[in-house]
């Protein structure tokens, strides 16, 4: 694999979902989808391709950090950099002066996860095989090498890591047909956004069932009253027997969220999701002790692999929700992955967004077949919004997730959408000014 | 007070301090200081300034985040932003787009520092006090309003604040008048960067006896032999009586840390600071725990209030070192002021880069007058680097800061070297290319 990239191409890719309240919550009242978009040119006829998720404004920012650190990409061969991961991943978030801006959080680490991924895609494209295949038949070894395992050896050595992913490889290919036949169960957060109407939201938990979904979540952190009419409505729709989950986005302080989730507790929640400041480890601890037996997620705004350590140290989460690109990308995910696993605590990705779905569904595929090994109690986050922008989307089949066969991370944007989409000059965004 | 803010107007300044090796660390190897400046021109013929500290790549990502946020000041006066500064600064840092990228923390929030801490420096100038005296003399209730007690409120209440604020008032003026008089106690890193020689170390830390400098930094973090040579040519220089603090500037995971930190003890340092990852609480907690009585100290790195919030309620640390401008300004540090003083933590500020020096003179000068009320085991940060940039640069008499008099937040930098240092157009930086 002699694979030269010769040049790292960026996009400002942004979609006017604000017009519709599309992917409205208590704190993000009117996001327009976007991307900071990479592709990797090589001299193979190949290209990877990567994206970071972000709302809108600061777009600019985010690619303006990934044409900066795609430097370090330019001129070199795809075998010199996944040849070691980590490195790349360190040369990346430990850049000398850039570091300061973060360290490994906020915009520059937003870059970070674009590129990564981009090079996982380019790797998995020249391999000719989906992501989630290339990891799953990776020697435990070679996955190790990806991880950079500074600030976390206290938790989770190479050595253990090891020893999970050496763990029940025997199985492997019986755990591979099965996720190939059956896919990977989902949850559904396209019915209850905050901007939505009460019929609206009947409606779309009506579809939803007739669908075939069982997990259905709803934004909350309004007023007490109309979280609780509007939490009833969908559970008069879908039933006590399947799955309600509630996210708050942030909303709260540590005791406003406790006090919010005993009352929420009547809707049964199969977890609240997001109570406070995505930073505060021991508020959520403490939230988590003193709501018992509702179950806390967060980790959508999780900003690296120390933060969850640290949630899954102090007992902070009953689910881990690792997301795609706000770390820095495939590697770090790995490290976040396998000690969710040491430490017994379920892995639900967070999605939506744009391509999040697309990205996850290859992450929580690695982590049933060579990490956790179990799909119960997982779920991976669905929202039907912005698919048909990608080469190759995900497929849904009554509330799971079918395993993508093309080669890659499945992150590929149309040619035709990246320039409708470019801001601001794409004629997706002409109509608005 | 009908000041209006016509417009913000935006300096990429940048120093090539990177050619003396000057401010080199065992992690930042080569910076060049600089500062994402901003100036808020208004219709009354005075501006407020306001910078945040970088170390040179990623300052135009900071000036150009600024740029955005600015404009929430532009076209307002002085006192509507003033009246509700805890308002203005959820405004900046819940921005509903733009929050995606943090929330509050990396770039966004870096720039939200700047532009805060502008709105103080043209406030403290309209009351025609140093910023210092201005919070001196300011209601309880008044500096309460300035804080955004969100995601704190489950360690600091409004209430607690305001106690906390009107405790000592009878003896403030005594408190004024002996600061004036003897100034605030200070310790030098000037003697002990990374990259001096052992020569170089052995010649500054017997010249700062000679100044009178009582408490002296030296960065660690390199092979261990190295670090302890090094450590123990400065105790013959300064003795056993004077303090030598360590920085390790996040080098080492948690159990290298401890490790190392047992091995330094010998040099006694009168703290350890950033021995590991700045995000990591628990970890900075367990090294605490395991290296007693060795004091841990951190801060500079730490993002946000909710952070700081943690290493309190964590009992991570014993030295809290806020930062002017890695934070959203003035009014969060009032935050965190108060957090330390609630749970008893000395504060000692962060210091050197750029304006660093000058800005936080002031917060110490309030911990004193208003909040913790004492200067036992509390010293400001001083480097002897770039004040020459200053219209009104710190003034270091015997080891101790001497108080601002000039209206501001002491933060101007002169005209000549904003213009000379402006990158990448400037002067300054004509040689380098």
Same mark, same amino acid.
């Given at each position: 694999?002699?694979?030269?990239? !010769?040049?790292?191409?960026?996009?400002?890719?942004?979609? %006017?979902?604000?017009?519709?309240? /599309?992917?409205?919550?208590?704190v993000?009242?009117?996001?327009?989808?976007?991307?900071?978009?990479?592709?990797?040119?090589?001299?193979?006829?190949?290209?990877?391709?990567?994206?970071?998720?972000?709302?809108?404004?600061?777009?600019?920012?985010?690619?303006?950090?990934?044409?900066?650190?795609? #430097?370090?990409?330019?001129?070199?061969?795809?075998?010199?950099?996944?040849?070691?991961?980590?490195?790349?991943?360190?040369?990346?978030?430990?850049?000398?002066?850039?570091?300061?801006?973060?360290p490994? #959080?906020?915009?520059?680490?937003?870059?970070?996860?674009?590129?990564i991924?981009?090079?996982?895609?380019?790797?998995?494209?020249?391999?000719?095989?989906?992501?989630?295949?290339?990891?799953?038949?990776?020697?435990?070894?070679?996955?190790?090498?990806? /991880?950079?395992? *500074?600030?976390i050896?206290?938790?989770?050595?190479?050595?253990?890591? /090891?020893?999970?992913?050496?763990?029940?490889?025997?199985?492997?290919?019986?755990?591979?047909?099965?996720l190939?036949? *059956?896919?990977?169960?989902?949850?559904?957060?396209?019915?209850?956004?905050?901007?939505?109407? !009460?019929? #609206?939201?009947?409606?779309?938990?009506?579809?939803?069932?007739?669908?075939?979904?069982?997990?259905?979540?709803?934004?909350?952190?309004?007023? %007490?009253?109309?979280d609780?009419?509007?939490?009833l409505?969908?559970?008069?729709?879908?039933?006590? !027997?399947?799955?309600?989950?509630?996210?708050?986005?942030?909303?709260?302080?540590?005791?406003?969220?406790?006090?919010?989730?005993?009352?929420?507790?009547?809707?049964?929640?199969?977890?609240?999701?997001?109570?406070?400041?995505?930073?505060? /480890?021991?508020?959520?601890?403490?939230?988590?002790?003193?709501?018992?037996?509702?179950?806390?997620?967060?980790?959508?705004?999780?900003?690296?692999? +120390?933060?969850?350590?640290?949630?899954? *140290?102090?007992?902070?989460?009953?689910?881990?929700?690792?997301?795609?690109?706000?770390?820095?990308?495939?590697?770090?995910?790995?490290?976040?992955?396998?000690?969710?696993?040491?430490?017994?605590?379920?892995?639900?990705?967070?999605?939506?967004?744009?391509?999040?779905?697309?990205?996850?569904?290859?992450?929580?595929?690695?982590?049933y077949?060579?990490?956790?090994?179990?799909?119960?109690?997982?779920?991976?986050?669905?929202?039907?919004?912005?698919?048909?922008?990608?080469?190759?989307? +995900?497929?849904i089949?009554?509330?799971?997730?079918?395993?993508?066969?093309? %080669?890659?991370?499945?992150? *590929?944007?149309?040619?035709?959408?990246?320039?409708?989409?470019?801001?601001?000059?794409? !004629?997706?965004?002409?109509?608005?000014?």
């Amino acid at each position: 694999m002699d694979i030269r990239i !010769e040049r790292v191409r960026t996009v400002d890719l942004r979609f %006017p979902t604000s017009r519709e309240a /599309i992917g409205s919550d208590a704190v993000n009242k009117n996001p327009d989808y976007s991307a900071a978009y990479c592709i990797l040119e090589t001299d193979a006829g190949i290209e990877g391709h990567g994206l970071t998720f972000t709302l809108g404004l600061g777009t600019d920012l985010c690619v303006q950090a990934l044409q900066h650190l795609g #430097k370090h990409a330019e001129g070199r061969t795809l075998d010199s950099i996944v040849s070691d991961l980590a490195a790349f991943s360190r040369e990346l978030t430990g850049e000398s002066q850039y570091r300061w801006l973060g360290p490994e #959080k906020g915009v520059t680490h937003l870059a970070c996860g674009a590129l990564i991924n981009a090079v996982w895609d380019l790797w998995a494209k020249a391999e000719g095989k989906p992501v989630w295949r290339l990891l799953a038949e990776m020697s435990a070894e070679r996955i190790a090498d990806c /991880i950079d395992f *500074q600030y976390i050896d206290d938790l989770l050595s190479r050595e253990e890591a /090891i020893e999970i992913l050496c763990q029940g490889q025997e199985s492997l290919q019986e755990r591979i047909d099965l996720l190939v036949r *059956q896919g990977y169960p989902a949850y559904t957060t396209s019915v209850g956004w905050f901007g939505y109407s !009460e019929d #609206k939201i009947r409606r779309l938990a009506r579809e939803g069932i007739a669908e075939g979904w069982t997990h259905f979540k709803l934004k909350v952190g309004g007023d %007490p009253a109309d979280d609780l009419r509007r939490g009833l409505i969908v559970r008069e729709e879908i039933g006590w !027997e399947n799955c309600l989950m509630v996210d708050a986005n942030q909303k709260w302080g540590v005791t406003e969220a406790i006090a919010r989730t005993r009352q929420l507790a009547q809707l049964q929640p199969w977890w609240m999701e997001e109570p406070t400041s995505p930073d505060d /480890i021991l508020g959520h601890a403490r939230i988590r002790r003193e709501c018992k037996p509702v179950r806390i997620a967060t980790g959508e705004h999780c900003h690296n692999r +120390v933060m969850f350590k640290q949630l899954l *140290q102090a007992e902070a989460i009953d689910v881990c929700q690792i997301d795609s690109c706000r770390v820095a990308g495939v590697n770090e995910n790995l490290a976040i992955l396998l000690m969710a696993a040491k430490m017994s605590v379920p892995v639900c990705p967070h999605a939506g967004g744009v391509g999040l779905c697309e990205y996850v569904q290859h992450l929580s595929a690695f982590d049933y077949l060579r990490v956790s090994r179990t799909m119960q109690d997982r779920v991976i986050e669905y929202v039907d919004h912005l698919h048909e922008h990608f080469v190759d989307p +995900v497929r849904i089949r009554r509330g799971r997730y079918l395993m993508p066969q093309a %080669p890659g991370y499945s992150i *590929q944007v149309k040619q035709d959408s990246l320039e409708r989409y470019s801001f601001p000059g794409g !004629e997706g965004w002409a109509s608005s000014t």
